[in-house]
C-alpha cells in the first residue's frame, strides 16, 4: 500500500506541474503534456483490464499426501487465458491445522509475474496431521500500479501428513489359526445347515439376503456360512495426548492394518472423538476405505487429554459376530480385550 500511495503521490506531483504549465503557457505543447499526463493512467488501466478480469491465482498442494518428517508445500500459480503478465499481485495465504486447531497466514507481494509462473511456501510435516489452505485475499494492478482490482482464486487445498507403518510384531493366535467354530443356528437357522442368519452390514452381497427371514423380522437379515466365520479384528486407538504419543500410535495402527489386508483380513478401526466422544467406526477392507478412515483420524483434533474408548463396553461399540479386539498403544505392546 505504501508503493502504491507514493506511485499516487508522484503522479499528484506530475498532474499538477503540467496543471500549471497549461496556466502560465498558451503554447501547444503544454495542452498536449496535460491531456498525456491525463490518459496515461487510463490507457494503462484499459490495456490492463482484460488481463486483470480473466486472471487467477491457483493453489495447489505439493504432494497431497506428504510422509512425516518429509517436505511439503504449498504452490501459488498465476493462470491467465490472455497469456500477458500482471505487473504486480499480492495475495493472503492462510492454513489452519486439524490437530491443534493453529491457524496463521502469510502475506506475499510479487512485481512482474508471468502466466504460469508459481511461488512456494513450505509446510511443516513434523506431525501426522492435516493442513488446510486457502488464498483469503488476492489483489492484482494495472501496468502503472495505480488501480488495483481483486483477483480471482481456486479453492482450498488440504495437504496430510500422513503416519509411518510400523508393522506388528506378530498377529494374536485367534487370527492367525482357522476359521472360528461354527456358532449354534440361530434367527431361523434349522439343524443340519450350515449357516448361520445375522444382521446385514453395509458391503454383504444381496444374493446372501435371507428374504423370508427378513420380511418376517422386518430388517434384512443376510446368511453367512459358519464354516467361513473368523473374528473380525477390531482396532482401537485413543486420540489424544501429545503429539509424539499419537504419531507413534498411528504408525502403529497403520502397520496393523497393512498386515491384515496383506492377510486378506477385514478388519473394523474404532475411536473416540476427543472432544465430543462420539464413536468413531471404520470398516477397512481395502486402500480406498483405510484412505477414507485415515483422512478422518487427522481431521479430528488431538487435545491433551480425553475419553479412551476402552471406556465404552465393546458390546455397545461391536455388533458384528465374533472379533478380536485389539487396542493400539504407544512405545508399548498393544492391549488385547476380552469378546463377550
Known amino acids: 500500500m505504501i508503493s502504491m500511495a507514493l506511485r499516487w503521490l508522484v503522479y499528484g506531483v506530475l498532474l499538477a506541474g503540467a496543471l500549471l504549465l497549461q496556466i502560465f503557457n498558451t503554447h501547444y505543447l503544454a495542452h498536449f503534456l496535460l491531456l498525456l499526463v491525463v490518459m496515461v493512467p487510463l490507457l494503462s488501466l484499459a490495456v490492463s483490464l482484460p488481463t486483470?478480469?480473466?486472471?487467477?491465482?491457483?493453489?495447489?498442494?505439493?504432494?497431497?499426501?506428504?510422509?512425516?518428517?518429509?517436505?511439503?508445500?504449498?504452490?501459488?500459480?498465476?493462470?491467465?487465458?490472455?497469456?500477458?503478465?500482471?505487473?504486480?499481485?499480492?495475495?493472503?495465504?492462510?492454513?489452519?491445522?486439524?490437530?491443534?486447531?493453529?491457524?496463521?497466514?502469510?502475506?506475499?507481494?510479487?512485481?512482474?509475474?508471468?502466466?504460469?509462473?508459481?511461488?512456494?511456501?513450505?509446510?511443516?510435516a513434523a506431525h501426522c496431521d492435516l493442513f488446510r489452505g486457502w488464498i483469503s485475499s488476492a489483489w492484482c494492478w494495472d501496468y502503472l500500479g495505480l488501480f488495483p482490482l481483486p483477483l480471482r482464486r481456486s479453492g482450498g487445498q488440504v495437504m496430510r501428513v500422513i503416519p509411518i507403518p510400523e508393522p506388528p510384531g506378530r498377529l494374536p493366535e485367534g487370527l492367525l489359526g482357522q476359521a472360528a467354530p461354527a456358532p449354534a443356528p440361530h434367527l431361523g437357522g434349522r439343524r443340519g445347515e450350515d449357516y448361520e442368519v445375522r444382521a446385514y452390514r453395509p458391503g454383504d452381497p444381496i444374493?446372501?439376503?435371507?428374504?423370508?427371514?427378513?420380511?418376517?423380522?422386518?430388517?434384512?437379515?443376510?446368511?453367512?456360512?459358519?464354516?467361513?466365520?473368523?473374528?473380525?479384528?477390531?482396532?482401537?486407538?485413543?486420540?489424544?495426548?501429545?503429539?509424539?504419543?499419537?504419531?507413534?500410535?498411528?504408525?502403529?495402527?497403520?502397520?496393523?492394518?497393512?498386515?491384515?489386508?496383506?492377510?486378506?483380513?477385514?478388519?473394523?478401526?474404532?475411536?473416540l472423538h476427543p472432544n465430543t466422544g462420539e464413536l468413531r467406526s471404520f470398516r477397512v477392507t481395502d486402500s480406498g476405505s483405510w484412505d477414507r478412515c485415515l483422512g478422518a483420524l487427522l481431521s479430528d483434533p488431538c487435545p491433551p487429554a480425553g475419553r479412551s474408548v476402552l471406556e465404552m463396553p465393546l458390546e455397545e461399540r461391536w455388533s458384528g459376530g465374533p472379533c478380536c479386539p485389539i487396542h493400539v498403544r504407544s512405545g508399548e505392546e498393544e492391549r488385547h480385550e476380552t469378546a463377550s
Open 52 to 124: 486483470m478480469c480473466t486472471s487467477r491465482l491457483e493453489l495447489t498442494a505439493v504432494p497431497g499426501d506428504v510422509r512425516r518428517e518429509e517436505a511439503g508445500r504449498w504452490e501459488i500459480a498465476l493462470r491467465s487465458p490472455l497469456g500477458l503478465p500482471l505487473s504486480q499481485i499480492s495475495c493472503t495465504l492462510r492454513q489452519r491445522a486439524a490437530g491443534d486447531g493453529r491457524e496463521w497466514k502469510t502475506k506475499t507481494s510479487f512485481r512482474g509475474v508471468s502466466p504460469g509462473e508459481w511461488w512456494s511456501s513450505d509446510v511443516s
Open 207 to 271: 444374493r446372501s439376503v435371507h428374504w423370508k427371514l427378513s420380511s418376517k423380522w422386518d430388517e434384512l437379515m443376510v446368511r453367512e456360512s459358519a464354516r467361513q466365520l473368523r473374528p473380525t479384528p477390531v482396532l482401537t486407538l485413543d486420540h489424544f495426548g501429545t503429539r509424539e504419543r499419537l504419531d507413534q500410535v498411528l504408525d502403529r495402527t497403520l502397520g496393523w492394518s497393512q498386515a491384515l489386508l496383506g492377510r486378506d483380513m477385514p478388519h473394523q478401526i474404532q475411536w
